[in-house]
T-cell receptor
């Protein structure tokens, strides 16, 4: 199995631009999670999906952030417009019901907003 | 909501010594407690986890203990090695609600050789 795949691995953009982060979960996994990691706030859950349906988006910081999961093998996290304080590493993770509780993390996308 | 506190924030030990990292949680409904290891520039990876119906779990040099009454759990690493140097995160969740993890702030472990 290829594991959770994220793209791009690095993104540098200017303030005000739209940013789209992509995630492909492990095949057969029905839960997908988006996390953000910063030195100040640590690892925080932004949103998670079950069977492509958003279940809890209480961690999404503001309306500039949106996430979609159009099918079981693809999810996006969009920031529009981006701001310097959005600079962070964004991780996607997935897990499978009945497969234990472990969440498998992707390699992350390092976002820098200048 | 759940709140997880983790101590210490940094820990330095000599190779071969033991390391202990402690976490407390606030929500008595939490029933799943994983520990993740994150090396510099890498993704978090699960190293051990424990469910609320178990008080202790071991896997070679690592062990986790859980005290539900006091709402705290700890990670124990024995015979530390330089490759144990990393950031360790504890987390808590209620698996009945989708396994939404709330992480502690992390502990930087340095193993000196």
């Amino acid at each position: 199995d290829a594991g959770v795949i994220q793209s791009p691995r690095h993104e540098v953009t200017e303030m005000g631009q739209e940013v789209t982060l992509r995630c492909k979960p492990i095949s057969g996994h029905d839960y997908l999670f988006w996390y953000r990691q910063t030195m100040m706030r640590g690892l925080e859950l932004l949103i998670y999906f079950n069977n492509n349906v958003p279940i809890d988006d209480s961690g999404m910081p503001e309306d500039r952030f949106s996430a979609k999961m159009p099918n079981a093998s693809f999810s996006t996290l969009k920031i529009q417009p981006s701001e310097p304080r959005d600079s962070a590493v964004y991780f996607c993770a997935s897990r499978r019901t009945g497969g234990g509780y472990e969440q498998y993390f992707g390699p992350g996308t390092r976002l820098t907003v200048t | 909501g759940e709140n997880v506190e983790q101590h210490p924030s940094t820990l330095s030990v000599q190779e071969g010594d033991s390391a202990v990292i402690k976490c407390t949680y606030s929500d008595s409904a939490s029933n799943y407690f994983p520990w993740y290891k994150q090396e510099l520039g890498k993704r978090p990876q699960l190293i051990i986890d424990i469910r609320s119906n178990v008080g202790e779990k071991k896997d070679q040099r690592i062990a986790v203990t859980l005290n539900k009454t006091a709402k705290h759990f700890s990670l124990h690493i024995t015979e530390t090695q330089p490759e144990d140097s990393a950031v360790y995160f504890c987390a808590a969740s209620n698996w009945e609600y989708g396994n939404k993890l709330v992480f502690g702030a992390g502990t930087i472990l340095r193993v000196k050789s």
